[in-house]
């Protein structure tokens, strides 16, 4: 495993709106980008051959459990990536938050909550993206 400057690897954090989120949707959305085409390759393997981790995580200065509000979804790179794969990255998780936002639109009543998704740190050296993205179908 490769890690950042500082001995942390780098992550893409996925928040949830803490006023509007239920209980079951940190953990759906957790599924669903588990499932996603192209990012499900990614956390299969063995060790040494999985290149990202999805998690559940306390969200920064929220108090709660580990599942419900309170919580952030964070996907842990693995492997070292260049900067364009980890825009490419970037761009599925953000996909993928849009298509469950979609389907559990059409699936359950009321609005899905916001969710924002942040890009890992960049490289020095970088050609990335700048910010987080809104993943509520908004441009």
Same mark, same amino acid.
């Not at 495993?1 to 500082?6: A, D, L, S, V, Y």
């Given at each position: 495993?490769?890690?950042?400057?500082?001995g942390?690897h780098?992550?893409?954090?996925?928040?949830?709106?803490?006023?509007?989120?239920?209980?079951?949707?940190?953990?759906?959305?957790?599924?669903?980008?588990?499932?996603e085409?192209?990012?499900?390759?990614?956390?299969?393997?063995?060790?040494?051959?999985?290149?990202?981790?999805?998690?559940?995580?306390?969200?920064a !200065?929220?108090? =709660?459990? $580990?599942?419900?509000? *309170?919580? %952030?979804?964070?996907?842990?790179?693995?492997?070292?990536?260049?900067?364009p794969?980890?825009n490419?990255?970037?761009?599925?998780v953000?996909?993928?938050?849009?298509?469950?936002?979609?389907?559990?639109?059409?699936?359950?009543?009321?609005?899905?909550?916001?969710?924002?998704v942040?890009?890992?740190?960049?490289?020095?050296?970088?050609? !990335?993206?700048? =910010?987080? $993205?809104?993943a509520? *179908?908004? %441009?």
């Open positions: 495993m490769t890690q950042g400057e500082r942390e780098r992550t893409i954090r996925v928040a949830l709106d803490q006023e509007t989120v239920a209980d079951s949707d940190v953990e759906a959305l957790k599924r669903w980008l588990e499932r085409p192209g990012l499900e390759p990614l956390t299969r393997g063995g060790a040494g051959e999985q290149r990202l981790r999805i998690e559940v995580r306390p969200a !200065g929220a108090p =709660g459990t $580990a599942m419900g509000a *309170g919580s %952030e979804i964070v996907i842990v790179l693995l492997t070292l990536a260049a900067q794969a980890v490419d990255l970037y761009g599925k953000v996909d993928g938050v849009r298509a469950w936002r979609a389907n559990r639109r059409s699936v359950e009543p009321g609005e899905p909550p916001e969710v924002t942040d890009p890992p740190p960049h490289d020095a050296d970088d050609t !990335g993206q700048d =910010g987080a $993205a809104r509520d *179908g908004e %441009e």
